[in-house]
């Protein structure tokens, strides 16, 4: 695929994209079932002892040994991990909804970093960086030619310490530098507004560990603007998941208490479980109920979620969930299909091993690996139709992802890439690459404006391969 056709998500500077994960850290992993293959280990220790004597320069032990282990478990799936002492300090803070930087949420436009917005409070709000405004060097280095994470990992750093940014403000054609102070960020993993009046639209970026928090503040602020809510869209797209407990919180926050929000099955006593809207299953160790001071109403306002390809793991398990219990009605694109659970099993201070433990399923018991959520209506990305959709990666498209039955076939994943080429050909022919897509909560956001409609009872404009589907399914008179 073309570097220019590749889609990055909008993600807070310096946040990881977490996967369905529960924190279940312990200072031991879990002792060996069986009794371990001696054969193999003797041949484990031979390599180990011919590399560590014969390669042509001198290597550290304790690296070989860490890249051993990387390598063992990054054959399992795509999701399992093993945590060295950086990747588990960055993993840390992506789920704590904390990180050392500018503080800005960024995407990619004609190979530079766009500002989509920056977080409130942060060093480059204060510094006057605005919506729009693109980044063409961090430094002393272009940024044209870096991949998103590339780039973030450049303004990324230790606090108090400075990065400059060269910035192009568009509106006003000017590039200036601005010098700004790393510090120590909170994400924004709640956005929310009134649309218009009795409309209301609460989008989550992540569920992290202040998600549930916030989206109680906003709730409660856009109650207060309108206590006579219409209709409310709750907006998943891009949303690639993260902590189970906030996934079950926001799904019990618009369920009747007690009824079931998800199941997990695995190979472990501990990964056969079920999840329900009950306080006990989603508040934190000895904590409140975040969920309670939430008005009552939440519980029958009129609710349509917006899920798009990018919406994963957690963000899924909410879309099933309400969809499930006919409390919402799910609307945009099929999701991204991460049906399973990661444990995070602590191997000392400052490692540890991101474990595959468990699938897991809906209230209906759909599995939702390497399958997704299908919308109750499919929706394009603009009105003149799909722009980058083909071209998202998805489960099913991830190497050594885990199967999931008769329907993860190679029939699928083939249709999937045949879509792919043809908009990559029909894209090739064009002189300009294709613009890229409104800011999500906007009034040209096309999704935003179909389930505002569908609240309403006014016609949606559906998506229009469904339309074709359903023309070539109807049979000839």
Not at 159 to 165: N, Q
Request: aromatic residues 6%; glycine residues 8%.
């Amino acid at each position: 695929m073309s570097s220019k056709l590749k889609v990055a998500g909008w993600v807070a500077l310096g946040a990881l994209a977490g996967g369905l994960t529960t924190m279940q850290l312990q200072a031991n992993a879990r002792s060996s079932l069986s009794p371990l293959p001696l054969d193999e280990m003797q041949q484990l220790a031979a390599v180990f002892g011919l590399v560590k004597a014969e390669y042509v320069e001198p290597v550290d032990e304790k690296k070989l040994i860490n890249d051993a282990i990387a390598g063992m478990v990054s054959g399992l799936d795509p999701h399992s991990q093993f945590f060295d002492k950086k990747s588990f300090k960055e993993f840390r803070e992506g789920t704590s909804g904390k990180f050392v930087g500018v503080g800005i949420e960024i995407g990619m436009e004609d190979g530079l970093v766009k500002i989509v917005s920056p977080i409130e409070g942060s060093p480059a709000f204060r510094a006057g960086l605005k919506s729009g405004d693109l980044i063409s060097r961090i430094d002393d280095t272009a940024v044209r030619g870096l991949s998103i994470d590339q780039a973030v990992k450049k303004m990324r750093g230790d606090p108090a310490t400075k990065v400059s940014l060269t910035i192009y403000r568009k509106a006003e054609n000017r590039s200036f530098p601005v010098t700004i102070v790393r510090e120590e960020i909170k994400v924004q993993s709640v956005r929310a507004k009134v649309v218009e009046p009795g409309y209301a639209w609460v989008r989550v970026s992540q569920f992290q560990e202040p998600t549930v928090d916030a989206f109680v503040k906003k709730v409660e602020e856009i109650y207060k603007q309108e206590p006579k809510l219409k209709g409310l869209v709750l907006d998943l797209r891009n949303d690639p998941g993260g902590l189970l407990e906030g996934a079950v919180a926001i799904s019990a926050a618009f369920l009747p208490r007690g009824v079931e929000v998800v199941s997990t099955n695995g190979q472990i006593p501990e990964s056969k479980a079920a999840y329900k809207a009950e306080p006990d299953d989603y508040r934190r160790r000895g904590g409140d109920d975040p969920l309670k001071r939430l008005p009552v109403a939440l519980k029958t306002v009129p609710l349509v979620v917006l899920v798009n390809e990018g919406s994963a793991s957690a963000s899924e398990i909410v879309a099933g969930a309400l969809q499930d219990h006919k409390r919402a009605t799910v609307m945009g694109a099929q999701t991204f299909g991460k049906g399973s659970v990661q444990t995070i099993r602590q191997l000392g201070p400052e490692t540890a091993l991101k474990i595959t433990t468990a699938r897991y399923f809906t209230p209906q018991g759909r599995a939702i690996q390497a399958k997704g959520i299908t919308p109750d209506v499919l929706l394009d990305e603009t009105a003149e139709g799909n722009v980058f959709a083909a071209l998202r990666t998805r489960e099913a498209d991830l190497e050594k992802h885990l199967a999931n039955g008769p329907e993860d076939n190679e029939a699928r994943q083939k249709a999937r890439e045949e879509a792919r080429a043809k908009l990559e050909a029909e894209y090739a022919k064009r002189a300009e690459p294709p613009k890229p897509l409104p800011e999500f909560g906007s009034t040209e956001d096309f999704p935003l404006m179909q389930a505002l409609n569908k609240l309403k009872g006014q016609p949606v404009i559906a998506a229009k391969a469904a339309a074709e589907r359903k023309a070539e399914a109807k049979p000839a008179e």
